[in-house]
């Protein structure tokens, strides 16, 4: 895949954001974090984020709010939703607004870095996919116009 993939971890609490940071930058990531909405906001408009984990709860905004409002700054960015406070409504309110994926805190570390693995995986086929289509778009349309230019010289002669 590259450089190492960027993650950026939103949660109001300074001991999970430490914890998580060290152990995703032990893994080969590049870590940043933020403790609000706000902060996740700017964030997201400065740099290029391939993951972001948030906090279903910040003190400024839900982390479900702050779903769409990344989704506008960074579309491609994976978004995991990360809980304390685990229900089926929360779940479902998460994955209409966008999140990809729902972990459960206390945090099993190795399901969490797994279901990283698995995002940055989708992202990384969804890239390769739309750089394919893209050359595929390009290579037809040198062909049309090299048809376009053939014609046109027949017809000049």
Sequence with gaps: ??????????DDDESIRKVLKTILEENGYTVDTAEDGKE?????????????LI?????????????????????????????????????????NKGA??????????DKVLKTIDEQLKKQWMEKKYSQEKVTEFIETRVKELE??????????H
């Design 147 to 156: 048809e376009q230019k053939t014609t046109a010289r027949n017809k000049t």
């Design 1 to 10: 895949m590259g450089e190492q993939p960027r993650i950026l971890v939103v």
């Design 40 to 52: 996740a906001i700017l964030k997201t408009n400065a740099k290029f984020y391939n993951l972001a």
């Design 100 to 109: 990809d994926a729902y972990i459960m805190k206390p945090f099993d570390m």
């Design 55 to 95: 906090d279903i709860r910040l003190p400024d905004t839900e982390g479900t709010k702050l779903l769409t409002r990344i989704k506008d700054t960074t579309p491609k960015m994976r978004k995991i939703i990360i809980t304390g406070y685990p229900s089926v409504q929360n779940a479902a309110e998460a994955l």
